[in-house]
């Protein structure tokens, strides 16, 4: 498995994730949660992504506050279900 790159996130610039998948588009974007090591993001969008047929997105602002460094899980849930979590690696 090659290293995935870090994600450098500033105190005062928004630092955003973009997420893809199927099984998006029919739950409520109001029920659609990213938390980053359980720290809550902001969604911004949520559904088709518009390109390619079946595939969804979601747009998410990563939390600057949270004082994420290192390891972070990042987990997405729709509709009470969750979507298998990611590891990605803060600066």
């Not at 992504?49 to 949270?66: H, K, S």
Request: with cysteine; glycine share 10%; net charge negative.
């Amino acid at each position: 498995m090659s290293p995935i790159p870090s994600v450098w996130v500033h105190p005062r610039i928004t630092t955003s994730c973009y997420c893809s998948g199927t099984g998006l588009r029919n739950a409520d974007s109001s029920t659609v949660t990213v938390t980053f090591n359980g720290t809550a993001g902001v969604v911004k969008y949520a559904g088709a992504q518009g390109t390619f047929v079946g595939l969804d997105q979601v747009n998410v602002v990563i939390p600057q506050n949270a004082g994420l460094h290192g390891d972070v899980v990042v987990a997405l849930t729709a509709a009470g279900l969750a979507a298998n979590p990611v590891h990605l690696t803060f600066e």
